[in-house]
C-alpha cells in the first residue's frame, strides 16, 4: 500500500514541500489508532520486538516523560507486516 505525497498546507509556493509517510512523525495516541495496542502493548514490543518501529526521540531530554514519536512509514509498515501474517499457517 502506498500512501501518496501531500503538499505542505501552509505553503502557497508551487515548488511546495512534499510530506510522504516517511518524513512525519505521529505521537503514542496515533500508533494506539494505528496498531489497535494500547500504550503498555506498545512499549512492551519496544523492548522484546526488534521488528516493532523504534521511537524518534524530540527533543535532547533524556529524562522519563520526554517527548518521542514515530516515522509514520515504519507504523504503517509493520501493520501491514502483521496483516501479512494472517495467511500464513
Known sequence: MTTPPYTHPTSS????EIITPRSVIIR???????TGLRRNSIYKLLKKDPRFPRSVSLSDSKSRGAPVGWVLAEVQEWVQGRMALRGRP
Open 13 to 16: 509556493s508551487p515548488a511546495a
Open 28 to 34: 503514542m495516541h496515533d500508533v494506539e489508532a494505528i
